[in-house]
């Protein structure tokens, strides 16, 4: 028996629990991702720690983060279900804990329990995508998948801002309960699959060096420039014991039995790049949306909530053209669909980068939404044809892999373009000049625009599949799952 049924895909097929669930699950990530922002003002009166917030973001991220290989790599031994429904509970026990935070420490050392448990649920969320449907059909559902990010763009800070304006603030957490419970419930109830039980030998070293030494090189990205000074003795120290700790970790894999993130993820050729795409993916998405608020309020003085729809056209644009991939894929193949897609995004960027100097929010809106339009044909294609290449024994960790690369990609970038953003504003008048804002926002999307074409590099270096497009993958060897009728 395959992975693969074939009763359509939508919410009344056999399959369309599991989709809920998937659903469900994909969106206690999203909604986390963006419904605390709001709510640190209220969160800072309450409890203090004005000075630590920042780290309610960069702890939750680097959790997420550096458990995305490991959790990846233990689906293909253990299986799917045990990983989701354990980040699943992870998630629910770290959004009660930090409903009962009673101090700014205490309530970011939970939003680590909580980004460890979102660790897990993302990339086990796409990887059962891809066993349960066929070639064919995991386009339209990583449209679907995709569609509950831009629902929570929107959803997440409204929640967050209703909360803090009411006084509750705790329940930006707390309302994750139910979401958790439920999504558990239904994959329980939905989702069977049937691993053929072999004794593994687990990579604890290959674990602890790979997370100890990501966690501080992606620790220097993200507080570079925040924490401390880029040439500082702690950011040098950090970055040089990050690096001495991964290469120990490659020597480690070399000989390990079963590596953690096995040598094959970056010596073939079609791994590589795709995982080079999704970087690009990354550094793209987080640029614009951690500036585009800040350009447009900063410059025309726009309202937060306006500032906010306008990058949620990005968000739009993603699940749209993302559903309908598969109708180029499957005629064009993958490659050729993602160049498509990645020269929209250049175009999309340019016109961004081009018309900064004049900000004018439709213009952005539209902007955005012809970027959205773009990464979907990117970051789809190229996920499924990474996924495809393998069978099921390996492909949690070549999902895990390209959704690290992407958060190592927003992170680099985030690092890169405030570095940008801070030099104009230090030789300027400073972020609250609406000319400098603009000087410094037009550098940051001229260097998305450079990453968006250093992208379109790493998507011609792809090789041709060996599969024709509209062929599905082999019957799997390893694992099985099913359906509740």
């Known amino acids: ?86 980040g699943i509970g992870l998630f629910l026990l770290g959004s009660i804990l930090c409903g009962l935070a009673w101090s700014m420490p205490a ?15 993302q990339p086990v969320s796409i990887t059962i995508a891809g066993d349960i449907y066929t070639l064919a059909e995991r386009a339209k559902v990583q449209g679907y998948l995709a569609s509950v990010w831009a629902i929570s763009s929107v959803v997440g800070p409204t929640l967050g801002g209703v909360f803090s304006s009411l006084g509750i603030w705790r329940w930006i957490f707390l309302i994750n309960i139910p979401l958790c419970l439920l999504a558990g419930w239904m994959l329980v109830r939905a989702f069977h699959e049937d691993v053929e039980r072999t004794k593994h030998r687990v990579d604890y070293a290959g674990a602890a ?34 690096a001495v700790l ?9 000989k390990a039995a079963e590596p953690v993130l096995p040598p094959w993820v970056v010596s073939r050729r079609l791994l590589a790049t795709t995982a080079l795409v999704s970087f690009g993916v990354g550094a793209v998405l987080l640029g614009l949306t951690s500036y585009v608020p800040t350009f447009l309020e900063g410059s025309i003085k726009t309202s937060p909530i306006l500032a906010g729809l306008a990058l949620a056209a990005l968000t739009i644009g993603w699940p749209i053209s993302a559903s309908q991939a598969g109708r180029f894929y499957l005629r064009i193949g993958f490659r050729r669909t993602a160049l498509i897609g990645i020269s929209i995004t250049v175009v999309g960027a340019s016109i961004l980068a081009v018309t900064a100097s004049s900000p004018n929010v439709l213009l952005v809106a539209v902007s955005c939404f012809i970027v959205g339009l773009g990464l979907g044909l990117v970051a789809t294609p190229t996920l499924i044809a990474a996924q495809s290449s393998v069978e099921w024994n390996e492909r949690g960790v070549v999902t895990g892999t390209n959704l690290f690369a992407r958060s190592i990609g927003s992170a680099i970038g985030v690092a890169v373009f405030g570095a940008v953003a801070n030099a104009i504003y ?10 400098t804002t603009v000087s410094a926002s037009s550098a940051v999307f001229l260097a998305v625009l450079v990453s968006a074409v250093l992208t379109v590099i790493a998507v011609v270096a792809m090789p041709a599949t060996d599969k024709k497009p509209g062929e599905s993958p082999a019957p799997e060897k390893t694992g099985a799952a099913a359906v509740e009728d």
């Open 1 to 86: 028996m395959t992975t693969e049924t074939t009763d359509g895909v939508g919410f009344r097929s056999k399959r369309g629990p599991i989709l809920i669930a998937l659903m469900l699950s994909t969106g206690l990530v999203a909604i986390d991702s963006t419904i605390v922002a709001t709510a640190v003002p209220s969160i800072v009166e309450d409890i203090g720690g004005f000075s630590s917030f920042p780290w309610l973001f960069s702890a939750y991220l680097l959790a997420q983060a550096v458990s995305v290989p490991i959790y990846a790599k233990l689906s293909d031994m253990v299986g799917r279900k045990p990983l989701i429904l354990w």
């Open 107 to 121: 309530l970011i050392a939970f939003r680590v329990l909580q980004g460890l448990g979102a660790g897990a649920v």
């Open 209 to 242: 060096l790979l997370t100890v030494s990501l966690s501080l090189l992606i620790l220097g990205a993200l507080e570079g420039r925040q924490a401390w000074e880029w040439n500082s003795a702690i950011s040098i120290g950090v970055f040089v014991a990050g």
């Open 246 to 254: 991964f290469a120990l970790f490659v020597l480690v894999e070399r």
């Open 426 to 435: 230090a030789n300027g008048a400073g972020a609250s000049d609406p000319h």
